[in-house]
Nanobody, 123 residues
Framework: QVQLVESGGGLVQAGDSLRLSCATSGRTFSSYAMGWFRQAPGKEREFVAAINWSGGSTYYADSVKGRFTISRDNAKNTVYLQMNSLKAEDTAVYYC????????????????WGQGTQVTVSS
């Protein structure tokens, strides 16, 4: 497992942008697939985006495709989620996830999770 710390959440207006960051500890970050999930009040946690160990493959939920971009900087042990054209329905706690398997990350069964960062989009 790795330690994950998310940051960058906040309160924004519809149409604005935010960039979330997830910093990790340890020397094995570059071997981990990473992902972002979110959970809105009263709803189940849902997949948002994932990226493989090299950054060469990315995956997105249909609801964010074209608006969100996941990226990683292995030199900084950090994964990012650039969120553009935010909508009220994007309001949720956003969680970072890590696992050696990209498939496991995408299926929501990653071995490591962060504590979450709140994103609130006002309409």
């Amino acid at each position: 497992q790795v330690q994950l710390v998310e940051s960058g959440g906040g309160l924004v207006q519809a149409g604005d942008s935010l960039r979330l960051s997830c910093a990790t500890s340890g020397r094995t970050f570059s071997s981990y697939a990473m992902g972002w999930f979110r959970q809105a009040p009263g709803k189940e946690r849902e997949f948002v985006a994932a990226i493989n160990w090299s950054g060469g493959s990315t995956y997105y939920a249909d609801s964010v495709k074209g608006r969100f971009t996941i990226s990683r900087d292995n030199a900084k042990n950090t994964v990012y989620l650039q969120m553009n054209s935010l909508k009220a329905e994007d309001t949720a706690v956003y969680y970072c996830a890590a696992d050696p398997s990209s498939r496991t990350v995408r299926f929501g069964t990653a071995g490591s999770w962060g504590q979450g960062t709140q994103v609130t989009v006002s309409s």
